[in-house]
């Protein structure tokens, strides 16, 4: 009598499993629908700028005069790439020191101290709203720069501060993840050979886990290239190229949200901000390719 | 959940009441949570309506007690213009139960879009339709002046310069002076705080107190809140930077224009010429509810106690008239 209760248990799982596989493609499909479109709307409005106001691609991305309502119109966005890549970059190479010391201190040096109290800690830099760290960054950051070092206050050191912070949770835990994955035996070898914790640090933990480390750090600079409001505060918005570290200078982000509002949709000067926009998307494209292209790299 | 079938029928049992139990807890907190929505829904409703019963007959006189308006509008745009539509939106709805108006900011040239396609009912903007959309767009939107925002120069209380004629601003914001020392005050270099070259409040002072366009200098900050212009003034030595009247306190100082103070009476009389008109846009002649919501913006009520006191120049009290392409009439 095994096989027709065989039968009878297998028809409702069947109902099921079919739900279930129709349920998640829609899921999926209504996802992909969605992030094509996106792609689409942006490319169509940022590419009208070339092909219905006849502005030149090459003039866009080398041009170093921004004035979209002037007289001549002129588009050059240099100062914005040069701007969004100087912050990013400036950012994580202050934060991904620091980061990779955070989380040596947590995993090696105090991991039952470091999980309890240091983790939550560095989980709640993360979910700190950005609009608070551009106000912090306005009141106390560029007054201070502005008294300690010859400038203006506001500046890309004044925007690769903030945004350093704002990328130190990112770094940090996947650093700390990377570190735990590392299989014991190889600490332990490196001990057993008569090597100090500080040099097991230095000669084996680090270049092994670096491939993950660089993930984490490109990951850092893609959310640093994305972060609008917070830059915006704090970096001036002169559309030019900067002659110190401590001049008004602008980003991608900055130039779009300074005058999205005061632009009307189908007019030259909206088209422009939506060229900027594309090239904000491109970039993140180019961001996810290399952390994928270091994630294969990785694997041991 | 331990594995089921190496159970016996009494833990079975609890096994399951367990289960139900937690299910009930689950829908119990569902239900909750919704009929707390569905209170805080009802109840915002309740106290906007009901906190100031007043009957009709006490309505302003030029309405009709009889008018029994209801339906929804949204009003989108400036944010300069918002506080002041607010505002007289709040007091409108309380007169008019039936009715809800919605307004939003998102810049004046968002406004003007958004009216043009029919999105939103009524469009508030800084400046005249012309100057930002295109001449066939703008020839479809009808035009309602509600108040005049005056605009001033003001600077950082330690700049000593008390007040700046036309061609010294000019040279200011074009870079030929960088020095307060070339215009009678100390040595200390100028700092412009200008707005982004899109804003409406800019090419308000362009037009209208430079004369012509200025561009975006090396080393000039630019800001697109009033709020902050006016908190980077107030801070940075030797700050110099523009914004409407109802933005000005003890934080900054504010320069007189060609000798001339920036006073309400000045802008009235036609002295003071830095000052833009509050544009409320609709698309072709506007609806029964707008129409009534608009000529409530310009009813006394509105235009002598909001108006005035949000800062703003009521627009019966100018005593000349101005156009898109700057022709003063009296």
């Known amino acids: ?24 493609l829609l899921c999926i499909a209504f996802l992909i629908l969605t992030i094509f479109s996106l792609v689409y709307f942006v490319a169509s409005k940022g590419l009208s700028t070339f092909f219905v106001n006849g502005v030149n691609v090459i ?35 202050i934060a991904a020191p620091l980061g990779f010391c955070a989380s040596v201190f947590m995993v090696e040096i105090a991991p039952k101290f470091g999980r309890q109290y240091l983790q939550p800690v560095i989980e709640l830099l993360a979910g700190i709203p950005s609009v608070v760290y551009g106000f912090v960054g306005l009141s106390v950051i560029v007054p201070f720069f502005r008294d300690v070092f010859p400038g203006q206050g506001v500046g890309i050191a004044a925007g690769a501060v903030v945004l350093s912070i704002m990328i130190l949770p990112t770094i940090t835990t996947i650093a700390t993840d990377a570190l735990a994955a590392l299989p014991k035996g190889l600490k332990e070898g490196s001990y057993a050979l008569g090597a100090t914790r500080w040099q097991t640090i230095y000669r084996i933990v680090l270049p092994t886990t670096l491939p993950a480390l660089m993930t984490g750090i490109v990951l850092g ?18 559309p030019h190229i900067p002659r110190s570290l401590f001049e008004s200078a602008s980003t991608l982000t900055s130039a779009i949200t300074l005058s999205m509002g005061n632009t009307a949709m189908g007019t030259v000067a909206n088209n422009a901000l939506w060229s900027l926009a594309l090239i904000l998307m491109l970039m993140t494209f180019v961001f996810v390719f290399i952390v994928r292209w270091l994630e294969r790299r990785s694997k041991i | 959940m331990p594995a089921f079938y190496n159970m016996n029928c009494q833990e079975k049992n609890k096994e399951l009441e367990g289960e139900l139990y937690e299910m009930k807890k689950t829908v119990m907190m569902l239900m909750v949570l919704a009929l707390t929505v569905v209170l805080a829904a009802c109840g915002q409703n309740n ?31 400036s944010s300069a213009l918002l506080p002041l539509v607010e505002q007289a939106s709040k007091k409108f709805m309380d007169i008019h139960k039936g009715v809800s108006i919605q307004v939003q900011a998102g810049g004046s040239g968002t ?37 005049v925002v005056g605009m001033a120069a003001v600077v950082n209380p330690n700049v000593s310069v008390d007040s700046l004629t036309k061609q010294q601003l000019v040279d200011i914001f074009t870079g030929k002076v960088t020095n307060w020392k070339d215009l009678g005050g100390e040595d200390q270099k100028i700092q412009i705080i200008n707005r982004p070259s899109s804003s409406g409040t800019r090419a308000t002072f362009e037009t209208y107190a430079l004369g012509q366009k200025s561009e975006d200098l090396q080393g000039s900050i630019q800001e697109d809140s009033s709020g902050t212009v006016r908190k980077l003034v107030g801070e940075t030595p030797g700050a110099i930077g523009y914004l409407a009247l109802s933005y000005l306190d003890e934080s900054i100082k504010v320069l007189k224009y060609d000798g001339v103070e920036a006073t309400v009476e000045n802008v009235a009389n036609g002295t003071y010429p830095v000052w833009a008109y509050e544009h409320m846009y609709t698309k072709g002649e506007p609806s029964e509810l707008a129409k009534a919501f608009l000529d409530f913006m310009l009813t006394d009520e509105i235009q002598n106690n909001d108006v005035v006191e949000l800062g703003y120049i009521p627009a019966n009290k100018m005593e000349i008239k101005r156009d898109v392409n700057g022709t003063i009439t009296k």
């Open chain 2, 111 to 147: 406004g003007l879009t958004q009216v043009s396609e029919g999105q939103s009912d009524i469009g508030n903007s800084d400046v005249f339709a012309e100057e930002k959309l295109d001449a066939a767009k703008a020839a479809e939107l009808v035009d309602h002046q509600v108040a």
């Open chain 1, 221 to 238: 600079i893609a959310r640093a290239f994305g972060e609008a409001l917070a830059v915006q505060m704090v970096i001036g918005n002169a």
């Open chain 1, 1 to 24: 009598m095994a096989q027709p209760l065989e039968r009878q248990q297998a028809k409702p799982h069947l109902a099921e499993e079919w739900v279930g596989k129709v349920y998640t």
């Open chain 2, 47 to 77: 106290n906007s309506g009901g906190a100031s019963p007043s009957p009709e007959s006490s309505a302003p006189a030029s309405e009709s007690p009889a008018a029994e308006l209801s339906g929804s509008l949204l009003a989108t745009g």
């Open chain 1, 59 to 93: 003039d866009l991305l080398t041009g170093l005069k921004w004035a979209p309502e002037g007289e001549p119109r002129l588009f050059g966005a240099l100062p914005f790439i040069f701007g969004s890549f100087s912050t990013s970059l400036l950012a994580a190479a």
